[in-house]
């Protein structure tokens, strides 16, 4: 496993972040805790999720299956850089109080002792925003945000689905106050899905943050959607936005040129969909989110495949990106 440093940091994580979404809805504890174990043996120090993970009523199962992975010892922990995320609401017996959620100074005091208890930890390596809230301005945020890392709460604190433009003001208001500010960007990203280069990609450089891709087979896209519907379906490849994607004639083209042409190489797309996101200038790691030790090992194969500079035009052609900001719509 190759590492990197996380954005302007001296942090080094691993070039694939585990992400972890699917235990608890998808994959049980005990599964959930082999793949961890097997992640970190493959050298994957870097994990993702989200204090909302698990959804529902069971919102927050993600970080207690993470927790009691940490509470067997072994190292674990201090192995591990612990990324996690505020935002959604975290409202007890599934009321929606007003206070619950968002990036309130309030809230973000109450959303981290929440997390910690969870994750059975005593602090949080990378604390992101998990959307913006345009209600709360970011003097607010780095005050709570300061005060955590004081405390010894948290780290470092990283943003998931900002613009461009987010990123320049939150980073400007804490040097204003003397702050580190950003030092990553979670965003969507993948060959499918390219408008981050617009801006969000060069933002996140200019200001070194990490660029963390989120959904980088796009829902399944780009994993061999269309040879999986030929071969007998899937039901992942048939949902989602992988379904709401291939509704559009073009798309189908593209993804069912890229299956050709991947096939003609022997290559498995969503190792390739992989591969690509880490040639990408300003990107850390993207998150594999997988649901079973197979898809897991799939990631791995990834992170070692060397992709020509033929192939790359190829996928270019293919699924051409925005081009940067402003020429991208202007002249």
Same mark, same amino acid.
């Given at each position: ?141 780095? &005050? ?6 004081? &405390? ?33 960007? &979670? ?145």
């Amino acid at each position: 496993m190759e590492y990197t440093q996380l954005g302007r940091t001296g942090l080094k994580v691993s070039r694939l972040v585990l992400g972890t979404m699917n235990f608890g809805p998808q994959t049980d504890e005990a599964d959930s805790h082999a793949i961890m174990d097997a992640a970190l043996d493959a050298g994957i120090n870097f994990f993702d999720t989200a204090n909302v993970y698990g959804w529902g009523d069971d919102k927050g199962r993600t970080e207690e299956i993470i927790g009691t992975w940490f509470a067997k010892g072994g190292g674990r922990r201090e192995k591990v850089v612990i990324g996690t995320k505020v935002f959604g609401n975290m409202g007890a017996d599934g009321a929606d109080w007003p206070n619950h959620d968002r990036l309130s100074a309030v809230n973000i005091r109450r959303a981290v002792e929440g997390s910690l208890r969870r994750l059975q930890t005593d602090h949080i390596d990378l604390y992101q925003f998990h959307h913006v809230d345009r209600a709360t301005p970011w003097e607010e945020i780095w &005050q709570a945000v300061d005060v955590l890392v004081q &405390q010894g709460k948290i780290v470092y604190a990283g943003s998931s689905n900002h613009a461009g433009w987010h990123i320049a003001q939150a980073n400007e208001t804490a040097r204003r106050r003397g702050s580190l500010g950003l030092v990553s960007e &979670q965003c969507l990203y993948n060959l499918a899905e390219r408008r981050a280069e617009m801006e969000v990609v060069p933002a996140a450089q200019a200001y070194g943050l990490g660029v963390i891709p989120w959904s980088p087979l796009h829902g399944g896209l780009l994993g061999g959607v269309i040879r999986k519907e030929r071969e007998g379906g899937s039901a992942r490849a048939a949902s989602g936005r992988s379904a709401d994607a291939l509704a559009s004639t073009k798309v189908r083209e593209q993804v069912q040129a890229y299956e050709n042409l991947l096939d003609k190489h022997g290559l498995a797309p969503g190792e390739v969909a992989l591969a690509w996101l880490l040639t990408r200038p300003g990107v850390t790691g993207p998150i594999v989110g997988p649901r079973t030790a197979d898809q897991l090992a799939s990631a791995l194969r990834a992170a070692e495949l060397e992709l020509s500079g033929e192939l790359l035009a190829q996928l270019d052609e293919i699924f051409p990106g925005p081009g940067p900001s402003p020429e991208a719509f202007a002249w």
